[in-house]
């Protein structure tokens, strides 16, 4: 639970230092975004070692859950969250050539929106194909 808590303080901390920080020229905005993207590693690493390490105390508590899990179960959560990640990695790529296309597109012609949407939306769909790979995935267990 620890563990949680270090990865999520992590990422509002990065995120508010974005917020705090944007739009604004400071002269060393390098240094700025290196200091808080190793605070941010530094607070996930912990989180997870926190997260990983907590297993025997687990098991020890008497939750038969952890302790019955087998790899088989482990591999395939693997599975679905690679799923889930690459799709989405995917997508984003997609969406972001596509979506720079079709602003250039819409900026000269303004009656070509309709077909720059679709475009978008089946760039977009390849994450939603990842999502339901992953849930067919972990359907099986």
Do not use: Q
Not at 13 to 32: C, E, F, Q, W, Y
Not at 38 to 60: F, R
Not at 76 to 102: E, K, Y
Request: glycine share 18%; charged share 10%.
């Amino acid at each position: 639970m620890w563990g949680l808590a270090l990865c999520g303080v992590s990422v509002a901390g990065l995120v508010g230092a974005g917020l705090v920080l944007r739009n604004r020229r400071l002269p060393r905005a390098k240094g700025i975004l290196l200091s808080s993207l190793s605070g941010s590693a530094l607070l996930l690493v912990a989180g997870a070692l926190v997260a990983l390490g907590s297993h025997p105390a687990l098991a020890a508590e008497g939750v038969s859950a952890v302790a019955t899990a087998s790899t088989g179960a482990g591999l395939g959560f693997l599975a679905a969250s690679l799923a889930t990640g690459l799709a989405c990695l995917g997508a984003g790529f997609a969406v972001s050539s596509v979506g720079s296309a079709a602003l250039g597109l819409v900026g000269e012609k303004p009656e070509m929106l309709g077909s720059t949407l679709i475009y978008l939306g089946l760039a977009e769909g390849i994450a939603i194909y990842g999502v339901i790979v992953s849930l067919l995935i972990l359907g099986k267990f």
